[in-house]
């Protein structure tokens, strides 16, 4: 405890030297900087330099798939009528493509044609095994089943005329059992053509049917995957049929062509003859000089004054222009070394139907937040702000008072003043170079936030 008190002590002992250094000073130097306070119009702006471009661009891009070569490239800033030539890429490879994919096409075709004709097989195998086939065997089997009932019936004819005349002993046993070898051998092969008959119908009918029909299905799907191989390989034709005509790119309206640059295609080739291009990369612009915009980067530290619709002012060649600002980014983009590590908001000023704009000049813009008219101001390095509160320096003769103030809007050199201050009034310019008590005042705010970091309020 002893020792926070003598750090206390000595520490307010160290804050107390230039109370009596600057109270001398003030004592006998009153010829300070001064401002008197009057009345003036001011404007709250930020201003910025941007490029013009046109708000609505036709974009003329690379159809063509993979990489290709710009053969021809007509020049930027062309007036170019419909149906120009404005590039023209290499064509050799799609003419090479061109050839494969026919001979491939060709090809296709002619196995399609051989699975529909294994399909129409398959379909008449069906019809053929079931109204010719499977009849012809049924009435075969049913043929030899009648001629074998014949037989059995006649064998059980001579079977019961042999036991008979065996009765009155007019043949003999031996030939009695050779009747009966017959009726039964007879009677066998009934019996196997009845089942015959009945595996045919059940089973073997059955058999061959999914067999017919599983290579029916078959063939269905062969020429299925045929077929689409067929549709793929024509597809693939007529692609490069059309991509052939697309190396051509003609102009579909009349207009100016200029080549793409700014950030939006900073990372995209130069676009010049001998370039490599890709599909759906932008080749030409052709602006719409009726819609013309400056796009601005503005800094972070405004964007809660930037709303859509705010008035700006741009000049261009030395001649300023009304605008209005018609798009305010609600993400910034990103800072690096290239920007120097500032963050800005991408925003867009939209420029009133002018003539004699080209896309590409450099704007200087200024966006208005506010105007005021005939206001009391102050310098804002007039003014010391202690916590939520203001205060300056008001100089009456030979004295130096305290006045607390109260601010509203300002730009980056006056703050209107609220409350506090008359016209007429003289106030101390940078009073914490000047003022005693300007300089103690903050001493003792910045020693109460030393004091407080490090717990001595608890002493």
Same mark, same amino acid.
């Given at each position: 405890?002893?020792?926070?008190?003598?750090?206390?002590?000595?520490?307010?002992?160290?804050?107390?030297?230039?109370?009596?250094?600057?109270?001398?000073?003030?004592?006998?130097?009153?010829?300070?900087?001064?401002?008197?306070?009057?009345?003036?119009?001011?404007?709250?702006?930020?201003?910025?330099?941007?490029?013009?471009?046109?708000?609505?661009?036709?974009?003329?891009?690379?159809?063509?798939?993979?990489?290709?070569?710009?053969?021809?490239?007509?020049?930027?800033?062309?007036?170019?009528?419909?149906?120009?030539?404005?590039?023209?890429?290499?064509?050799?490879?799609?003419?090479?493509?061109?050839?494969?994919?026919?001979?491939?096409?060709?090809?296709?075709?002619?196995?399609? +044609? =051989?699975?529909?004709?294994? $399909? !129409?097989? %398959? #379909?008449?195998?069906? @019809?053929?095994?079931? &109204?010719? /086939?499977?009849?012809?065997?049924?009435?075969?089997?049913?043929?030899?089943?009648?001629?074998?009932?014949?037989?059995?019936?006649?064998?059980?004819?001579?079977?019961?005329?042999?036991?008979?005349?065996?009765?009155?002993?007019?043949?003999?046993?031996?030939?009695?059992?050779?009747?009966?070898?017959?009726?039964?051998?007879?009677?066998?092969?009934?019996?196997?053509?009845?089942?015959?008959?009945?595996?045919?119908?059940?089973?073997?009918?059955?058999?061959?049917? +999914? =067999?017919?029909?599983?290579? $029916? !299905?078959? %063939? #269905?799907?062969?020429? @299925?995957?045929?077929? &689409?191989? /067929?549709?793929?390989?024509?597809?693939?034709?007529?692609?490069?049929?059309?991509?052939?005509?697309?190396?051509?790119?003609?102009?579909?309206?009349?207009?100016?062509?200029?080549?793409?640059?700014?950030?939006?295609?900073?990372?995209?080739?130069?676009?010049?003859?001998?370039?490599?291009?890709?599909?759906?990369?932008?080749?030409?612009?052709?602006?719409?000089?009726?819609?013309?915009?400056?796009?601005?980067?503005?800094?972070?530290?405004?964007?809660?004054?930037?709303?859509?619709?705010?008035?700006?002012?741009?000049?261009?060649?030395?001649?300023?222009?009304?605008?209005?600002?018609?798009?305010?980014?609600?993400?910034?983009?990103?800072?690096?070394?290239?920007?120097?590590?500032?963050?800005?908001?991408?925003?867009?000023?939209?420029?009133?139907?002018?003539?004699?704009?080209?896309?590409?000049?450099?704007?200087?813009?200024?966006?208005?937040?506010?105007?005021?008219?005939?206001?009391?101001?102050?310098?804002?390095?007039?003014?010391?702000?202690?916590?939520?509160?203001?205060?300056?320096?008001?100089?009456?003769?030979?004295?130096?008072?305290?006045?607390?103030?109260?601010?509203?809007?300002?730009?980056?050199?006056?703050?209107?003043?609220?409350?506090?201050?008359?016209?007429?009034?003289?106030?101390?310019?940078?009073?914490?170079?000047?003022?005693?008590?300007?300089?103690?005042?903050?001493?003792?705010?910045?020693?109460?936030?030393?004091?407080?970091?490090?717990?001595?309020?608890?002493?």
């Amino acid at each position: 405890m002893i020792r926070f008190l003598t750090f206390t002590l000595l520490f307010v002992a160290a804050i107390s030297v230039p109370y009596i250094l600057l109270s001398e000073k003030e004592a006998v130097d009153t010829d300070l900087p001064t401002h008197r306070i009057d009345r003036r119009d001011i404007v709250i702006s930020v201003t910025e330099q941007g490029t013009l471009e046109s708000a609505n661009n036709t974009e003329i891009k690379c159809r063509v798939r993979g990489d290709n070569t710009i053969t021809f490239v007509i020049e930027s800033g062309t007036l170019v009528s419909e149906g120009d030539v404005l590039v023209q890429l290499d064509t050799l490879a799609i003419e090479e493509e061109i050839s494969e994919r026919t001979k491939f096409f060709h090809q296709a075709e002619a196995t399609v +044609a =051989r699975s529909r004709a294994t $399909l !129409e097989n %398959a #379909k008449i195998a069906i @019809e053929e095994y079931i &109204e010719g /086939s499977f009849p012809a065997q049924k009435a075969s089997l049913q043929q030899g089943l009648a001629a074998a009932e014949a037989q059995l019936l006649n064998s059980q004819n001579q079977l019961k005329y042999a036991r008979m005349m065996a009765q009155g002993n007019y043949q003999s046993e031996l030939m009695v059992e050779q009747r009966e070898f017959n009726e039964m051998k007879e009677s066998n092969s009934v019996a196997l053509l009845q089942t015959q008959i009945e595996v045919l119908e059940k089973y073997t009918k059955q058999e061959q049917l +999914a =067999r017919l029909n599983g290579e $029916l !299905e078959a %063939a #269905k799907a062969t020429l @299925e995957a045929d077929l &689409e191989r /067929s549709l793929a390989d024509k597809k693939r034709l007529d692609r490069a049929l059309e991509e052939l005509q697309l190396c051509t790119i003609r102009a579909e309206r009349s207009g100016l062509v200029i080549y793409p640059n700014g950030e939006q295609w900073e990372d995209v080739p130069e676009i010049e003859q001998g370039a490599t291009v890709k599909k759906d990369q932008t080749l030409l612009l052709m602006p719409d000089l009726r819609q013309m915009q400056v796009k601005v980067g503005i800094h972070e530290s405004v964007m809660d004054r930037m709303t859509k619709g705010s008035p700006a002012e741009v000049t261009l060649n030395k001649t300023t222009y009304d605008g209005e600002v018609s798009y305010v980014a609600s993400v910034a983009q990103p800072a690096g070394w290239w920007t120097g590590n500032v963050v800005k908001y991408d925003s867009i000023v939209q420029l009133p139907e002018l003539e004699g704009l080209r896309p590409g000049m450099s704007a200087e813009v200024e966006i208005i937040f506010a105007k005021y008219f005939e206001e009391l101001v102050i310098p804002f390095n007039a003014c010391v702000q202690f916590e939520d509160s203001f205060a300056c320096w008001v100089k009456q003769g030979e004295q130096i008072t305290r006045r607390a103030i109260e601010l509203g809007d300002g730009d980056e050199m006056f703050n209107i003043v609220v409350n506090g201050l008359q016209p007429g009034d003289e106030v101390i310019l940078e009073p914490l170079s000047y003022v005693a008590e300007a300089q103690a005042e903050v001493a003792k705010i910045n020693a109460n936030s030393d004091t407080s970091k490090f717990g001595y309020e608890d002493l």
